[in-house]
DNA sequence: CTGAAAGCGCTTACAG
DNA sequence: CTGAAAGCGCTTACAG
């Protein structure tokens, strides 16, 4: 231990040394490249433990001259969320030019199964990796199985296809989403009873249902006095989510609570600013934006249910690469958190 | 473009060719080791430009032999979430010692200025980055300073020291986390009126004072039916907390919240429940730990403000390996959130 | 089943 | 001010 400090890094070589073979053998053993002599694959062990051999992750990705041809698969024309995510994978990307990493973007419908599926197969075989912003859908699962077949490494993103042969999923548990947002409207009404209406943008997407999912079985469980009005459908889409939410403002007297699930977030404050009763209605949105940033801080929005695209850009490149190179990723760095902002706690 | 990549990776070696000169040159002006005569340097320039060359920074690290060693200065029997932090710290440079990082942990009394500092100036000169939990005090400065001024890089962590000549602080805006609290608590009451007790570890505690100046910034704001009591010192300390929650409780009849600035979270849940008002008290106290996070599913504790120890280990690694390397960090990456948890999003 | 040797793309003395 | 050459610690054909 001492000895290994003073002279520097063991090194492969002196593992080879003490083991009596050559530094091909010990890699061979390291890697379980190749049929070694039970012998000297029991010697090689021994120098390893014994010199306490960490091999030089650096050296070793120079030499096997890997390169990471990564793709990502968005939605096109996708919301302020989907925007900002893009801008993070490029520039995650640039970042990692330095590491032979490059990304390419592919922008597809991701909501028509068809589409998406022909999208998949057209860039299967020509990738080390694919991250897609999944639709849970049996050709959707059938095309990622394709590409998997064909040597690449696959990752849903923001949105899962949990039966597919996906490697991971770099995304939040929507159902604790969900939970998280009654608990904090819950909460805030303090006992006030009344309707709550929610808003999302298809419940045909898997993550505005497992949200809604969890949204209800929190208020159905703990808030007796609030009830549920049921989810209307705004596409994300701002316009129609304003008018769907003047509309509930308008007919329901006794509206406390707005949950919107998905995007559209700034019609509905419009609606709500329009309608004079803003502050008496607590309002939970998700993902955190200009729009909800300045929402908070006004005091038009109350809190804010969010993921960091940021986060979710780098983790999916960093567990492509550890696929990539059969390598382990620490589990608690690539766990994606459901976030919670308020007006004080905003980056 | 498309030249490069058909043709692999472009390589110092491309470079120098098409500038005409040498890899020692191309590489003088890279790294700006040496003057090189104008002309050159502009010929290398160009033809980086013209490849749209990015150096490997793999085969950089390797050929430069850096190793990184790091000592992180804790405090000697620490809280929970030291300990944890601790527990990150020696995990994440396991992760890291094939890529040449070690990290020494030297436990010290960092409430004691003259220990702190005495501990800072013996590993002064020995390493390459200095991670501390600091306190803010001139000695404690003036040790940083001269730490830094023997080559070595400095962060703080956790606690800050602002005037010191550290280059970087890794930890949560404090103040941020009382208004956080502050915010929540008040939204939880919703409209209720009574007192709110604090406990903190001691005012003199940089973070705690800190979290109790947001804190109390956005009572006397936004609350005007809460006042605060004065806040009482717990020095961290379960038993010590406890009673001193339990007199609060016992002397104030109005008590409708207690908020806990530091540590001895469960002291103070042994005193709300004994006094059977638990559930009319929120409570609102920081860190994520087996305690606080059996509490939130409990209902003990109603919200917990909270900082990511793994995410600071990390993190103060990488910020220390850039600052060695002279590269840039990821801005964003590098940010400790201010973290909310509920029971709803534990992790 | 094993080893000698070349090579990955940089950096670093050293000589000029 | 500049370049030829060795070296960082691995991996990879290739020959045996």
Redesign the pocket.
Known sequence: MIQARLM??V???DVAERAG?????V??V??S?????P??AARVEAAIRALN?Q??RL??R????RSYRFCFVLPRGGNIFMRDLATEIESHARHLAGERVSADILYTDIFDPEALSASLLSVSGKYDGVALVALDHPRVREAIQHIASHGAEVVTLVSDAPGAARSHFVGIENAAAGRTAATLLGRYLGGRRGKIGIIAGSLALRDHAERHFGFAQVIAAEYRDLSLLPVQEGRDNPERSMELAAGMIAREGDLVGIYNIGAGTEGIIEALQSSGRSRDIVFVAHELNEITRHALLDGAVDVVIAQDPGHEARSAMRVLMARCDKAAIIAAQERISVDIFVKDNLP
Do not use: H, K
């Open positions: 520097g890094r090194t492969i070589e073979v050559s530094v091909a053998t890699d061979r390291l890697n490249r190749a049929t070694v002599r012998r000297n051999y091999p030089d050296a070793a120079l030499a096997r001259q």
